[in-house]
């Protein structure tokens, strides 16, 4: 007979739920474009445009007063929505559940905030320059909003999906799926679909600079290699200008990007909906109670110590992910410090995604079978050890020495390889490194259920909204600091860089440090923190099932008219618990002798540094209390 605790939901559904995820990812990835495009038009420089071409002489400041004031001020923003969001949701009851109208209001803001930027603020004239400045700033507020909504049922949704850690672990895999088909996706429609001449036109933005641009001589000569054609009376002599040239910035582009985007999500979001309609419902809901208030907040994160340690780790390791794998860094170390950012950008960014296949299998199976927590523990080691390879080469890299440069393929007398040692090497180490970081980042949103079960046995509440939207704010607070990060490192520790590179940018000295900085130091002291959060972390083995047991059975009698004081006073440890609340531990048997399989290094290891906080003092159910039979549930009276 299958325990009272055991919530388990159809295959079907644990596949397609995390494509809620994908949902906001599709936004998400686009957001890039979303803002290029507002930054063209907030210039007031839209109506200068002459046969697809461009000047926008304030675009480079606007783009950096808004990175420097607006960004931050949305965290603020975040900080007080964030909260009152977790809050509603937890107090939430509809027809259709606690979830999925937040799923369906996040959706329809998000597109919402796409159809006011790319369609009703493109068509405002240029003298209305403010009222372009007030409808992006609402359309940005709509987005925040949308993604916030949306994006906070991931994490809280899954603690009525089920509670099986083997299910909850498959999280990985098919989140790894519903990435290809959003992030991987839209990236590759945008930047290389798109890019086609025939599909796209190409338009050409130029922008006034102080430093490293071109002069109106040296751009005319530029130009005229190219190709390129121009008016050369918008520009004025004297000045310098440098210029961005690609699809991206055509009219065309974003009349097929928008109600592609708005489309693939809406899909997406049906989905998820379909994948959790049968589990959104008071049965599957955890422990009832007073609905949390804003003030219990702050006793929440007092007591939660849990989630303190999750939303540490998880917030340093996507800073330093974000960090590590953005365009910033992408363009200085494939183009400014190996000279061919075209050429092994894509290879790699492929690359990247076959190993993070093999490691996202991998680790999902090692969490199925011993726990979310020792999936991220195991495999941030793994992605450590493998970045001291990385980082020993980026060390040893010489701008002078063409066999420490990266190098896939050759153009230069017909298409051939020209694969060396060093570039062997970096894609071992940094392909394997790559996707255990990127498993233990996806690892961790599984982990705010076991969190929220975790609050349930502690305080009694059931509070997903809250616990899913206190991990998200810390998470996009400490991320929020990637830019100026990214300027501390890259632009200030470069002399003579006074931006931060792109595509065009040459070579300097200095760009070697910015680069061992930004893609191993970081990334890698994030993961020494991770690991020492994970010590600390002790929601996984024996404890967890702890948790799970009580919760089951305080459950069952509350159901039954037990008042919720009482049944946090009768059933506190699993040795009170009976034992048909009790799921057993998993123990993996050796299929030739049938006995339970020895420990393996990675097994003590492990057991050494991170067990100490789940072990608990008592066996299952061997001090079990009943339940008294008048607040026996009336399916288990009759079963009796």
Not at 16 to 35: E, G, K, M, R
């Amino acid at each position: 007979m299958e325990p009272t605790a055991v919530n388990r939901a159809k295959q079907w559904q644990i596949a397609l739920f995390p494509f809620n995820n994908a949902a906001t990812n599709v936004y998400f990835a686009f957001y890039t474009y979303f803002t290029y495009f507002a930054m063209m038009y907030l210039t007031g420089s839209a109506g200068a445009a002459i046969g697809g071409t461009l000047i926008a002489g304030g675009l480079a400041l606007t783009i950096t007063s808004f990175n420097a004031v607006f960004a931050p001020l949305m965290r603020v923003f975040d900080a007080i929505t964030d909260p009152v969001l977790g809050g509603l949701m937890d107090r939430t009851k509809t027809k259709i559940g606690k979830f999925r109208p937040y799923m369906i209001l996040g959706n329809l803001l998000l597109a919402l905030s796409l159809v006011l930027m790319m369609v009703i603020f493109r068509g405002l004239g240029d003298g209305l320059g403010w009222l372009r400045w007030a409808v992006y700033i609402v359309s940005y507020i709509i987005y925040v909003l949308g993604y916030t909504c949306q994006c906070a049922v991931t994490k809280a949704g899954q603690t009525c999906l089920t509670n099986d850690p083997k299910q909850r672990s498959q999280f990985v895999i098919w989140n790894m799926i519903g990435m290809i088909g959003s992030i991987v996706l839209v990236n590759v429609m945008a930047g290389g679909v798109l890019t086609n001449e025939a599909v796209c036109p190409k338009g050409l933005i130029l922008y006034e600079v102080t430093e490293n641009g071109f002069s109106v001589e040296a751009l005319a000569a530029e130009f005229a290699s190219r190709g390129i054609s121009y008016d050369v009376s918008l520009l004025e002599a004297g000045k310098q200008y440098a210029y961005v040239y690609g699809a991206g910035y055509g009219a065309q582009f974003y009349n097929i990007m928008v109600p592609f985007v708005i489309c693939l999500s809406a899909v997406y979001t049906v989905m998820a909906y379909a994948a959790i309609s049968a589990k959104d419902k008071p049965q599957f809901w955890g422990i009832e109670s007073e609905p949390a208030k804003l003030r219990d907040y702050a006793g929440i994160l007092k007591g939660n110590k849990e989630i303190r340690w999750l939303a540490l780790s998880s917030g340093l390791n996507k800073l330093a992910s974000t960090i590590a794998t953005s365009g910033t860094v992408a363009f200085l170390l494939y183009g400014c410090l190996m000279g061919d950012y075209n050429g092994l950008y894509i290879p790699f960014y492929a690359l990247c995604f076959v190993f993070m296949g093999l490691f996202f299998l991998w680790g999902s199976a090692t969490a199925g079978k011993k726990g979310q927590k020792r999936g991220v523990a195991q495999f941030t080691m793994f992605a450590l050890l493998f970045y001291i390879g990385v980082l020993v080469l980026l060390c040893v890299y010489d701008h002078d020495d063409p066999s420490t440069w990266l190098s896939i393929f050759s153009t230069e007398g017909g298409f051939h390889l020209t694969i060396n040692a060093y570039t062997v090497l970096f894609i071992i180490f940094y392909g394997c490194g790559y996707g255990a970081f990127n498993c233990c980042d996806n690892l961790t949103i599984p982990m705010v259920a076991d969190c929220t079960d975790y609050e349930t046995y502690r305080s009694g509440k059931y509070v997903p909204g809250i616990m899913g939207t206190i991990f998200s704010l810390v998470d996009k607070v400490i991320s929020s600091l990637q830019t100026l990060l990214l300027t501390v490192f890259i632009v200030y520790m470069v002399p003579g860089l006074n931006a931060l590179p792109g595509e065009a940018t040459a070579y300097m000295d200095g760009m070697k440090l910015s680069a061992i900085i930004c893609f191993c130091v970081l990334p890698m002291a994030s993961w020494l923190v991770t690991i020492f959060c994970m010590t600390r972390y002790g929601l996984s083995g024996k404890r967890l099932q702890e948790i799970q047991a009580v919760n089951a059975v305080r459950k069952a009698a509350i159901e039954g008219g037990m008042p919720p004081e009482e049944a946090m006073r009768t059933w506190q440890t699993i040795d009170q618990v009976p034992a048909r609340f009790v799921v057993p531990a998993h123990v993996a048997f050796d299929k030739k002798t049938g006995q339970p399989k020895k420990e393996n290094l990675l097994d003590k290891i492990y057991r050494v540094i991170f067990t100490r906080r789940e072990q608990v003092a008592a066996e299952p159910s061997v001090n079990a209390v009943e339940i008294p039979e008048r607040y026996l549930p009336e399916k288990e009276e009759k079963d009796e």
